[in-house]
């Protein structure tokens, strides 16, 4: 359970970091703009598929109880 929970916490912080990396065009070092806005996507899919599998893992556990 605690996995599940760490998960979607954990897309939620590569959804931060995403918009960061859009928005600021920096992630440790400066970006060009288009490199920017595809590691920025990148990590918000990322984010975005992380919620997604720990939701549903939540769901599948609290039917087989």
């Known amino acids: 359970m605690i996995f599940n929970w760490l998960s979607f916490f954990?897309?939620?912080l590569?959804?931060?970091?995403?918009?960061?990396?859009v928005l600021k065009f920096w992630f440790f070092v400066p970006l060009?703009?288009?490199?920017?806005y595809a590691l920025g996507a990148v990590l918000i899919?990322?984010?975005?598929f992380?919620?997604?599998?720990?939701?549903?893992?939540m769901k599948q556990k609290?039917?087989?109880s």
């Open 10 to 12: 954990a897309g939620v």
């Open 50 to 57: 992380r919620i997604y599998r720990a939701v549903n893992r």
């Open 32 to 36: 060009e703009p288009n490199i920017a």
């Open 14 to 21: 590569y959804i931060i970091l995403g918009i960061f990396v």
């Open 45 to 48: 899919i990322y984010g975005l």
């Open 62 to 64: 609290k039917n087989e």
